[in-house]
């Protein structure tokens, strides 16, 4: 299985925006639901969004919802995560990844989880 590859995050500041792409394929991107989750240091990594492939429907995190849009491209094999207003709490390696059952908001139920890419809010 090929891991997803996220890229587009950065250095921003509080009230930026930045766009995380996710390329995957292979199982990870057949998967029926596919979630972005984030990692700060020090803590668990947490649900962030979740997207069904087919009918585009959306799931987000209490904390950046009316923020931040997740979307999908099937044509491409990628996802992606716009982020708006962001604020220094959204520091954190963002991951994405494939859902293989139960519950979306749990990170026991993704896999192939790609490297990551790290955004960090200045203040």
């Known amino acids: 299985q090929v891991q997803p590859v996220e890229s587009g995050g950065g250095l921003v500041q509080d009230g930026g925006s930045l766009r995380l792409s996710c390329a995957a394929s292979?199982?990870?991107?057949?998967?029926?639901?596919m979630g972005w989750f984030r990692q700060a240091p020090g803590k668990e990594r947490d649900f962030v969004a979740a997207?069904?492939?087919?009918?585009?429907?959306?799931w987000y995190a209490d904390s950046v919802k009316g923020r931040f849009t997740i979307a999908i491209d099937n044509a491409k094999n990628t996802m992606y995560l716009q982020m708006n207003s962001l604020k220094p709490e959204d520091t954190a390696v963002y991951y994405c990844?494939?859902?293989?059952?139960?519950?979306?908001?749990?990170?026991?139920?993704?896999?192939?989880w790609g490297q990551g890419t790290q955004v960090t809010v200045s203040s």
């Open positions: 292979g199982r990870t991107f057949s998967r029926r639901f």
């Open positions: 990844a494939g859902h293989h059952g139960g519950t979306i908001y749990e990170r026991e139920n993704f896999d192939g």
């Open positions: 997207i069904h492939r087919s009918s585009g429907n959306t």
